[in-house]
């Protein structure tokens, strides 16, 4: 032992690092989840991860594509490169593929665009950049799980959870009776005395799976525009809009593709795209962030020695992003698959009523709706979101995962995101397990030991 | 226009923003730096940078190595993988590497291990969970340009240089003169009301390029015990020790393989490693983290989702750590290589007479001394420091780049680091240059226009 041992109750952190340490036990809890997928044959232990936005419906397509490039890496591909903002290959190469796929009002400069290791760090660095700590973010109501923590880990913001009222369709009402909406979660906060700084879009909406009108968008770029918010549209699902029959027709527009100077001062409006879904490259750790607003982009640039998402990423992704003959095959086949897929996992739910949110035509999710599975109140002071954290460790039990609503800044508990975006054959152990888990009786496994007779 | 306009003059940034914004012209400078490489043939027009610290020597080996592995990336490559602090294959890849390379006096688990895209966001972390905002590190002077730059930029740490007397050698010396020098930096610390909750030791040193005996690394540990200091030891250089007719002979020990528990409490003892250096792979963002304080881990953890490697270079470094066969031959080729370069670059440096300080034997540098180059002091306020920023503008304009020692945290202006792992034409050009804009006579283009006919 050492000649001087501190108390070994004491923290030897820093206050955020002992903050940090003391938040879920996301990395032991992650290992298992992650290295122990099930399959049939190889793991049959293993969890049916029905959480994770993975499309795993494309994965093999982009590994053949790749195989077929046969990239020879060459010594320069393994130093540090041109810089950690993304090589003017891939900027060039991102900036081409947006002008093409998004229809921009006007077309985009690889000089406004900063690349990095993927939309989460991206997400961190404007939050740190764009809003000073404890200051809040508007997120429509369900939301992303990405967002309140991607920019409250290190930047400290706080998220505001945008309700609708049932008259209201976010995506698609009048954009005055949208912005009302947003309109009063901002008197809310200033009575309050918080500030907001930015409001995240996700269009294509996650978890909700739907696309935003040009209106509602031009709507509320003029909400902060009138209020000095700054707008962060994050569209890492503009090219997996599908279709089926029960889908909404509203399709993606992007925010670019709006004459957008128009409604919103420049500084103030910045796109986010990536690879990590429309591509499945979520291992890549590629996202762009594109802005007009000098200032911001020197103070993103200012931080991108952390978030390097290297060069050989870097190669691959612009060989991705590069090969235009090939993009059309290959989201029509995502396209198709998605739709088939999304099919797949209505019809199992519905075989099994199980209720989900109609409408949904992009992303890799359906929203589903637990809330008669989540157990009578108990009288114990066990509140609803108890019963969703009881639900959730049901599923764990029957070794299926799916993220509740809690973290996605619902209103009520016992909505869950359901990913579709899997082989039937897991689709369907998926559900099967589901299924059991929501005929397992409510138990108070969470509830003290001293009630466990109740 | 945007119907509401605000002011062009104001910053739309938070506070944080704002100063980051402001910060030297980072990317501009090195676009113009990295994509302009000088070439003889394909770019005659470039810089040639003696500043990147970049073994160039061995480059083609990794990429002649990794070719013939005849990797072939499957679907599951390209997705999130197990989870951003490295996949099992790799913490297991990297242990056994350490446990092979690195003698530890007992051996190191992957569930030790965190890693993370590269050391720089390592620092980063690290510093963010140590420490508190306005908090010292302790650094030796010189220094790692690095390290005031990583743990400042988001957790706001100041550095604190410790300067030798010249009957110390911070390397050789009795452990109880080198550790007289922290004490005395500690102490006036203390004086001033700061907080030292940082030791951070580069061995092998850069830019210093040598190893510290075990005698001096158990005296360093004992004195943070002491203090409850945390000890970061970075041995990014562990394999890239060479030898020349005027080298040092102390070898490198890594701090791990030192009976460490018995000089330091485990929670403040914290190693890092990564293939930026000795594999020549800064481009795949490969850092990791040993340490046996758990809580740290967890902290650490809970960032890792802003720092993913990602799985194809994971997939890449864990088949870089795990060939034990090849190891021999590469770091043979790599140390003698190295050798040679360093041999080469004295040689022209002797015939330049330009002096640099004896005795180093590993990573890619020399630690050169221009004092005599500065110029005279020109009674115009204008202090050693700038007469250093005026020869490096010298520099920038016969094309040839260094890191000056004020970056480095010198005591004195006029040192550089030479950077020689490079080939020989590319060195002998750089010396070329160099030696040009040292006899360029000293202008003033720094100094007011008014004070121009000076």
């Known amino acids: 032992m050492s000649s001087h041992s501190p108390p070994s109750s004491g923290s030897t952190l820093s206050n955020r690092g002992a903050a940090l340490a003391a938040r879920p036990g996301a990395r032991d809890e992650a290992d298992i989840l992650y290295s122990r997928n099930w399959d049939l044959v190889t793991n049959p232990e293993g ?170 968008l031009v709507g509320i770029m003029q909400f902060c525009d009138r209020h000095e918010i700054h707008l962060v549209v994050d569209e890492i699902y503009a090219l997996s809009v599908y279709s089926t029959p029960s889908a909404t027709d509203v399709p993606f527009t992007s925010v670019l593709a709006v004459d957008w100077a128009k409604y919103i001062d420049e500084n103030h409006l910045h796109q986010l795209y990536g690879l990590s879904k429309d591509f499945a490259c979520g291992g890549l750790r590629i996202g762009s962030l594109y802005t007009r607003n000098v200032e911001l982009q020197c103070a993103v640039s200012s931080l991108s020695v952390l978030h390097h998402s290297g060069t050989i990423p870097s190669l691959l992704a612009s060989t991705l992003l590069e090969d235009t003959a090939w993009h059309d095959s290959f989201f029509a086949t995502s396209r198709e698959r998605l739709g088939r897929a999304a099919a797949f996992a209505k019809e199992l739910l519905d075989k099994a009523a199980i209720p989900y949110a109609p409408g949904a035509n992009a992303g890799f999710f359906l929203w589903v709706d637990l809330r008669r599975w989540l157990g009578e109140k108990d009288g114990d002071g066990g509140d609803e979101w108890a019963r969703e954290e009881a639900l959730s460790a049901r599923m764990a039990t029957e070794k299926v995962f799916m993220i509740g609503g809690r973290a996605q800044g619902t209103e009520e508990a016992g909505w869950y995101r359901f990913i579709f975006s899997r082989s039937e054959v897991v689709v369907r152990e998926g559900v099967n397990r589901l299924v059991r888990a929501l005929n397992a009786s409510p138990d108070r496994c969470n509830a003290p030991v001293s009630k466990s007779g109740d």
Chains 1, 2 share one sequence.
Request: overall charge negative.
């Open 47 to 216: 969890v049916v991860n029905l959480g994770t936005a993975e499309n795993r419906l494309i994965l093999d397509d982009v590994a053949e594509f790749i195989a077929e490039k046969k990239i020879k890496f060459e010594g320069a591909d393994f130093d540090y490169g041109e810089g950690p903002w993304g090589s003017l290959r891939l900027r060039t190469a991102m900036a081409k593929f947006i002008n093409a796929h998004f229809h921009p009002h006007s077309h985009l400069s690889p000089s406004n665009l900063t690349v990095s290791s993927g939309c989460t760090s991206l997400l961190s660095t404007l939050a740190l950049t764009l809003a000073n700590p404890n200051d809040a973010i508007l997120l429509s109501s369900p939301s992303y799980i990405g967002f309140p923590s991607d920019m409250s880990l290190l930047a400290g913001l706080q998220p505001i959870y945008v309700r609708f009222p049932s008259s209201v369709d976010q995506f698609t009402s009048p954009p005055d009776a949208v912005v009302a909406a947003y309109s009063a979660a901002l008197k809310h906060a200033s009575d309050t005395g918080v500030a907001v700084k930015i409001l995240v879009l996700c269009n294509p909406h996650n978890p909700l799976g739907r696309c935003y009108t040009k209106e509602v």
